[in-house]
């Protein structure tokens, strides 16, 4: 028999090494009675990796944005390591989610509702590689001729998100509480529009949530977002409860800005991370400036203040992961 050659694909060659456990799980939805039958509706699947022995206190619970998926944290597009696995090396029990109806948390629309737009390569290109950034954002390596196909690793794992916005983050909010229930008091790691998620969680379980490290998080308050929705009650398009209490989300957009305190929130650590080259950079501060005037011990951690320039809204799985990850990473230890 002629010996065949040995496989040398571009994704096999960045392999490592790490002992771990691991597993999954999937929080359930409500049941719901249809002419087929009792049916769930949106789930949300859980992924988890463990070191063999953590050292750290408390899990990490990683909440991936917009029409992403959990693999946003586990792989990058051009086929390194993520964040998910960066924080299992650094000790930490990591519980990674694909939030209702996206990646591995099925979705049908007579159940769920319906679907929003399908999430286009131009969109894609717009968020997380401007042409107008493109000569301060330095570290994204991965190509921007999509004819060429240098996207589509970026965009094969975007779905379409629940055309109902504040349906979507109660939806997450309520599996992510109960994933909670099952894990302990956990620090909250979100990602741009799932970061509302974390702020609902906070809500939910104020003892459960530690602390929440907010990647580059939607905003400012109360902003629209074509095709998307609208952050009608702040930061969240979903209620979240203010003391006083405000019965509308026009009462809430109307009240004095000092006077929306979320009581969950009060002292609860958090800091807003965000990139150089990033436009969510330019209201990053307003997100951090609401969230104190609601009672959180927040903070804006810009990452050229701590070395590392040249990012876009992508920066968890841009060129320099590793190194994005170093000021998050040293924020949570320290909190």
Known sequence: MTAQPALTAPHLTGGYELRSRRGQFWIPGERVATGQGTVQRAPMFVQWEAP???VRPHPLVLVHGGGGQGTDWTGT???????????????????????????????????????????PYEAARQLFLPDEASAVQTQWTYGRDVEAGELDQLVCPMGPL?????????????????????????VLVTHSAGAPAGWL???????????????????PAFADFPGLGRLD?????????????????????????????????????????????????????DVTTFLRT?????????LPEHGVTGNGHGLIFEANSDRTIQPVLHWITDH
């Open 52 to 54: 063999p022995e953590p």
């Open 162 to 186: 629940p055309a109902d916005l504040a349906e979507s983050q109660r939806m997450d909010a309520d599996r992510l509480a109960r994933l909670l229930d099952r894990t302990g008091p956990a």
């Open 77 to 119: 597009p051009d086929g390194r390591p993520g964040w998910a696995t960066r924080f299992v090396e650094a000790g930490f029990a990591v519980y990674v989610v694909d939030r209702c109806g996206h990646g591995r948390s099925p979705y049908h629309p007579d159940v769920v509702g319906p679907m929003g737009a399908p999430f």
């Open 294 to 302: 609601a009672g959180a011990d927040a903070e804006h951690v810009p």
């Open 233 to 285: 009650w702040g930061l969240t398009a979903h209620r979240i409860t203010y003391a006083p209490d405000r019965a509308t989300p026009e009462e809430a957009e109307r009240a004095d800005p000092a006077s929306l305190r979320v009581p969950a929130l009060t002292g609860k650590p958090v800091a807003v991370f965000s990139g150089g080259a990033s436009a969510f950079a330019t209201f990053a501060p």
């Open 201 to 219: 969680v906070a809500d939910a379980r104020p003892g459960s949530v530690v602390a929440i490290a907010a990647i580059e998080p939607i905003g």
